[in-house]
């Protein structure tokens, strides 16, 4: 009898380190859509590249308090979202698998110095193409077009896009680019203009019929429009331009070569669409790859 008692615990112990994984730990396939890693993977020149087989592993650099894109569960530690399926898909087609994949997250403003320090490998979280970060790090991609939108409650439809969000209130974060562009396009009075130091708590203000809608990258926004479906949706058109880039060492062209062919790749045979159906696309909001722009 206490032999089996015995038995049972361990069995049910292993069963819980199982589902509670740990920091940097790979999670679940969030997307199902399976990344099996490719043997034999050669990258000449890339010093990165060499650096990962050496060490076996890949470290990632990601976001993980974004919803739908760049999101950590705090109960079980895992990663799911549509960046992270992107970074999985890329390391699976380098050789790693997903129990091969060490996470970082890396806030915003410290992107730069950490791939620059070689801390990751490779960064994929929001992560907008512009000439000034090029100065520092270069981009693989972009795996896709972002730009300024708009969620509202599912049942609104007097909001359709920016011109209509005259007497409405507008939340975003505080300082952010998108809340300046409503306020220098006047598309809402003063007052009505509404900052919080995170978009959850913009949403939160949404659900709670606080505030009418809330701005910023449309991405980020579909992140949150498909946790939930039945309340909240994208509408309009984007009003700027953010192209999402995988952000790497920027002496490292062989690696970035490689990448890009990666994500051409997904395009080409539909492995792109499938991850953005199970992830973003839940959202309702239609998307497709962009074209890569190699240098």
């Given at each position: 009898?206490?032999?089996?008692?015995?038995?049972?615990?361990?069995?049910?112990?292993?069963?819980?380190?199982?589902?509670?994984?740990?920091?940097?730990?790979?999670?679940?396939?969030?997307?199902?859509?399976?990344?099996?890693?490719?043997?034999?993977?050669?990258?000449?020149?890339?010093?990165?590249?060499?650096?990962?087989?050496?060490?076996?592993?890949?470290?990632?650099?990601?976001?993980?308090?974004?919803?739908?894109?760049?999101?950590?569960?705090?109960?079980?530690?895992?990663?799911?979202?549509?960046?992270?399926?992107?970074?999985?898909?890329?390391?699976?087609q380098l050789g790693f698998g997903a129990?091969?994949?060490?996470?970082?997250?890396?806030?915003?403003?410290?992107?730069?110095?950490?791939?620059?320090?070689?801390?990751?490998?490779?960064?994929?979280?929001?992560?907008?193409?512009?000439?000034?970060?090029?100065?520092?790090?270069?981009?693989?991609?972009?795996?896709?077009?972002?730009?300024?939108?708009?969620?509202?409650?599912s049942d609104e439809t007097a909001i359709?896009?920016?011109?209509?969000?005259?007497?409405?209130?507008?939340?975003?974060?505080?300082?952010?680019?998108?809340?300046?562009?409503?306020?220098?396009?006047?598309?809402?009075?003063?007052?009505?203009?509404v900052e919080f130091q995170t978009y959850?708590?913009?949403?939160?203000?949404?659900?709670?019929?606080?505030?009418?809608?809330?701005?910023?990258?449309?991405?980020?926004?579909?992140?949150?429009?498909?946790?939930?479906?039945?309340?909240?949706?994208?509408?309009?058109?984007?009003?700027?331009?953010?192209?999402?880039?995988?952000?790497?060492?920027?002496?490292?062209?062989?690696?970035?070569?490689?990448?890009?062919?990666?994500?051409?790749?997904?395009?080409?045979?539909?492995?792109?669409?499938?991850?953005?159906?199970?992830?973003?696309?839940?959202?309702?909001?239609?998307?497709?790859?962009?074209?890569?722009?190699?240098?």
């Amino acid at each position: 009898m206490k032999l089996r008692t015995l038995v049972v615990g361990l069995m049910a112990t292993a069963l819980a380190l199982t589902a509670c994984g740990k920091e940097g730990s790979p999670g679940s396939e969030g997307s199902g859509v399976t990344q099996e890693a490719v043997a034999d993977v050669q990258v000449p020149g890339s010093t990165t590249f060499a650096a990962m087989q050496q060490r076996g592993r890949v470290v990632i650099g990601v976001k993980d308090d974004q919803p739908g894109l760049g999101f950590k569960d705090a109960t079980t530690g895992q990663y799911s979202g549509f960046d992270i399926e992107i970074a999985r898909l890329v390391a699976a087609q380098l050789g790693f698998g997903a129990d091969k994949i060490d996470y970082k997250t890396v806030p915003s403003a410290a992107r730069e110095d950490t791939i620059s320090r070689g801390e990751v490998d490779y960064y994929v979280g929001t992560y907008t193409i512009n000439d000034n970060r090029k100065q520092r790090v270069s981009f693989a991609g972009p795996y896709f077009i972002a730009g300024q939108g708009i969620l509202v409650r599912s049942d609104e439809t007097a909001i359709t896009g920016k011109d209509t969000l005259k007497g409405k209130k507008v939340c975003s974060v505080t300082g952010s680019t998108p809340i300046q562009r409503v306020r220098d396009q006047g598309l809402t009075e003063p007052g009505n203009i509404v900052e919080f130091q995170t978009y959850t708590q913009c949403v939160d203000q949404l659900l709670a019929n606080q505030v009418d809608a809330v701005t910023t990258d449309d991405a980020i926004l579909k992140g949150y429009a498909s946790q939930q479906p039945d309340k909240l949706k994208v509408v309009g058109d984007t009003f700027s331009t953010e192209p999402y880039g995988i952000g790497l060492n920027k002496d490292d062209a062989a690696l970035r070569g490689k990448i890009n062919d990666i994500l051409q790749a997904s395009y080409d045979d539909g492995t792109w669409q499938k991850i953005y159906d199970s992830t973003l696309g839940k959202s309702g909001s239609a998307g497709s790859p962009p074209p890569l722009q190699r240098y």
